[in-house]
């Protein structure tokens, strides 16, 4: 099939969850012998189109901006998947439930990702979220499949929309060397430091974790990886407190073998999202072995059942689990022999790929039954 991948960065982006699944899936799309296009916000060395390990990715252009970038270059890549005639789409981003009737009046069937409630982000104001409500209505309304990636993202969307998303979630990869190279060249020893890896937005919950960092009964060391796409207090108070020795502030890390070390090797991972759905730095630290703490949300608890890994949104009550966890080795390897049983049973790469074509098969499908069959004719008789 000739496929078409639109709404997140890039390929071979590594910069969140959508380009986490984008990076996965394209190449076994690739592998499963389609033929896969995928919608890019940057050039590769000035160049509109180029292909990169079997995928094709085009440019389109957009204002890179917060505010504007989802919707401008949201247009542009329908705009110009609707003229190349794709067997079908899988579109990332509700925002992008404007631009599926491009799409729909081509025939192109269309697999839309919900991912999560976006228009609950903290870091949105009022117009953006009532933007991102009426793209979802939109997408409801026009996406031929709609994909959550938990099930209790599901549970609202059949609440606020009325339509039932196909569960699909996010996966992680379990052939993670045990080497700590990387982070003794850092100056940490294995299972000894704390760790969160977040974009310093709002609703991923770092502030917390930095609060319950300082109220531990002891100076613990810790890594915090991440970055904001717009002003933030919380990069000012990283910097300082990473100058003062507090922690160790890496920013945003592209490189994945580094991430992977960092998670394999921390004595506890602070998972702190909360609005999003299954999310896929949680799958990605729980794949590692990372000994993990997530915040007490339906969609964490989907993925972590076990009481005693989750915590409320109570500095004082997260510190005295981080002080728990980073002084009982026993623990830390109970809690990633779990983690990594979690991902192999139920959130491998192979399974979420699977479901996907599926997915993309099912849309084929229910468009070809909306489109009207010509009455047979019938031949003269001689």
Known sequence: MKLAILGSRGFPSTYGGYETLVRHLSRGLVQDGHEVTVYCRTRFHGQREWIVEGVRCIWTPGRDTSSASTLSFGFTSHLHAAARGFDAALVLNVANGYYLPLLAKRGIPTVLNTDGVEWERGKWGPVARAVFYRGAQLSARYADVLVSDSRAIGDIWQEEFEVRPRFIPYGASLDVGESDARVRALGFRSRTYALAVARLIPENNVALTLDALELTSQHHPAIVVGSANYTSPLETRLRNLDHEGRLRWLGHVSDQELLAQLWANCGVYVH???????????????????????????????????????????????????????????????????????????????????????ALRHAIVIVAARRPRLPATRRPLV
């Open 272 to 358: 702190g999202h909360s609005v999003g759905g299954t999310n896929p730095a949680l799958l990605q630290a729980l794949g590692a072995g990372a000994p993990t703490l997530a915040l007490d949300t339906p969609f964490n608890r989907e993925v972590i059942a076990r009481e005693e890994q989750l915590f409320p949104h109570d500095s004082g009550q997260l510190a005295v689990r981080i002080d728990q966890v980073l002084g009982d080795n026993a623990l830390q390897r109970c809690w990633a022999k779990c983690g990594r049983e979690t991902v192999a049973a139920r959130y491998t790469w192979q399974s979420v790929c699977d479901d996907y074509l599926d």
